[in-house]
């Protein structure tokens, strides 16, 4: 395995004591999600996922690719009534609320950002889920919870965001029962070389866009994983799908430019630059964008019933 070569904002991290990088996470990451939500409404589909789709052909739109992914996640996850679900880094619900409408589980989130947390919350009555979902502003090293309480922990590009990543793994072990899943979509670095991870355009998405991000080699988070006791039983590559994802998303900036101005002025020409300069890294490959599932023991499901690509009848689906 070779280790990621760390960039400018890691090495920063690690100078701070956990204490302090976990406040500092608090502070900068939290700043992104505090806009206001009728910006992201403009720009994300109608959940509100700020994560990859899942494209099957590269004419569809945002909508469906979304509600591809929430449907795959929850075919992964295969939530029993009454099983416990965390959803860390929940943003204003897409994924939580879609698993809460689509099963009978019981749904905790948590996010640093108070105003993900009120949308998430509202959009959970509008969806009448809201006696089945509980949301809490709170960074994940703060979580004090009895160990093997929750039957899935669920991060969909959130845990790109936190430094503190072997520890993080070990929590999730710990609080995972027998079969319980994890389930990670994020972003990493090819452990090839590629591409300026040094450059000032990386500084602008990880830093002033995005607060804090680190990305490691998808091999690295697969070895704190394992050696914190859980199985790998899938990894899927969605790099070409976040290319995508990103392009619609771009698209709704420009077309809403001046209503997003008028609301939180710079905040279009933000969005614009770190999403064109994400897009063009996932279209090259110098990132790379994963689901990984993970299981505590036996799977519950097995990989291989898996759609590659799914039936028609989903095309839509929400
Ligand atoms: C890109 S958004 C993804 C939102 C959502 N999971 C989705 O797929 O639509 C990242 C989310 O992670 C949350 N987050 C980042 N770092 C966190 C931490 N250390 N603890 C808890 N939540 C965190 C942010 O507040 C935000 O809600």
Redesign the pocket.
């Known amino acids: 395995m070779i280790p990621a070569a760390h960039t400018h904002p890691e090495r920063e991290a690690m100078e701070r004591s956990p204490a302090e990088q976990r406040e500092h ?1 608090r502070r900068v ?2 700043e992104h ?1 505090q806009h206001d939500v009728e910006i992201f409404s403009m720009v994300l589909d109608s959940r ?4 990859t789709g899942v494209f099957v052909s590269p004419d569809e739109d945002l909508e469906t690719a979304q509600a591809r992914k929430f449907a795959r996640i929850q075919a992964k996850l295969d939530i029993q009534p009454g099983e416990r679900v965390l ?5 204003w619900g ?2 939580l609320l879609y698993l809460a409408e689509h099963t009978q589980g019981e749904f905790f989130g ?4 108070e105003r ?1 947390r009120e949308e998430a919350l509202r959009r959970a009555r509008l969806a009448g889920v809201a006696d089945r979902v509980h949301i809490d502003v ?3 090293e703060d979580l004090a919870l009895e160990p093997a309480s929750f039957d899935v922990v669920l991060f ?3 845990i790109v ?2 430094h503190n990543r072997e520890e993080i793994h070990r929590t999730v072990a710990r609080l995972l029962r027998p079969s319980g899943r994890l389930l990670i979509s994020d972003c990493y670095y090819p452990a090839e070389h590629r591409g300026d991870r040094e450059s000032t355009a990386t500084d602008y998405i990880f830093v002033e866009a995005l607060g804090y991000c680190r990305l490691l080699h998808l091999s690295e988070e697969l070895a704190f994983i394992e050696r914190a006791g859980l199985d790998i039983c899938h990894v899927e590559d969605l790099t070409s799908s976040y290319a995508l994802t990103l392009e619609r998303w771009i698209d709704n900036v420009r077309k809403n430019r001046r209503r997003i101005e008028a609301i939180s002025p710079g905040f279009s020409r933000l969005l614009q630059q770190y999403m064109t300069v994400a897009k063009l890294s996932f279209a090259r490959r110098t990132a790379l964008e994963y689901m990984i599932l993970a299981t505590r023991g036996r799977p519950r499901v097995e990989s291989a019933w898996f759609p590659i690509v799914p039936p028609a009848h989903e095309k839509g689906a929400r």
Do not use: P, W
């Open positions: 996470e990451v939290a999600y509100l996922a700020y994560a959803d860390v880094g929940c943003g897409s994924n948590i996010t640093l950002s993900q709170k960074h994940i969909s590009g959130s965001h936190m």
